[in-house]
């Protein structure tokens, strides 16, 4: 069986260390939701989901050392996404297309988000972007796919982790580790359809 999840993707690091991957999405099999990923300096990686559902499948779809269930905002500001939910606050500013965002846009949206062309693009992916992969492995032997159809650079951010402050924007480095992709090194946010297959 075959679940497809429409939405955006930002991925951030910070001078703190912390690394976020937001995932907004807009349309799947029980519509809107938003869950946080979180990574400290020391490699604690926590999921922050708002519901059990949520947590069940993306627990088993992904690793983390801890799982917190807390109400998860994004919305929209004048300059980007304000990020909230338990521990973490967040405001992104997110500026224009990047060159990669642009090239994406070159390609009919069906064309880039089915599995077929996430499989043909994956060994570009991992060359271009160190730590990003378009297809592979997750969690209980389930297949996922990621197709990108756009990017914009995310320019700065403001916030913190357990009331600490995280400092100035940086690189996601070194890459996530909750699964067999990580969020590009270079700050953005993505349009994506996730493809996730699971067994019967």
Known sequence: MRERFSGR???????SGVRVV????????WGPFADLMVED?????????PDERTRDFVSATYTFDEVVIAPVEVRDTQHGWRVGSGPLALDLTIGGRTPVGVLLG???????????????????????????????????ERREWYGATSARAVTALAGTWHGRDLGALAPVDPPCRFGFSSAP???????VVTTIERGA
């Open 185 to 191: 090194r270079r700050p953005s946010v993505t349009d």
């Open 106 to 140: 070159l390609v009919p949206a069906r064309v880039a988000t089915s599995p077929a062309w996430c499989a043909l693009t994956d060994p570009v992916a991992r060359v271009v972007m160190r730590g990003v992969r378009t297809r592979g492995t997750a969690g209980q």
């Open 22 to 29: 937001v995932g907004r999405w807009d349309d799947g099999p």
């Open 9 to 15: 993707i930002a991925g951030v690091g910070s001078a």
């Open 41 to 49: 300096a020391a490699g604690h990686r926590v999921l922050l989901a």
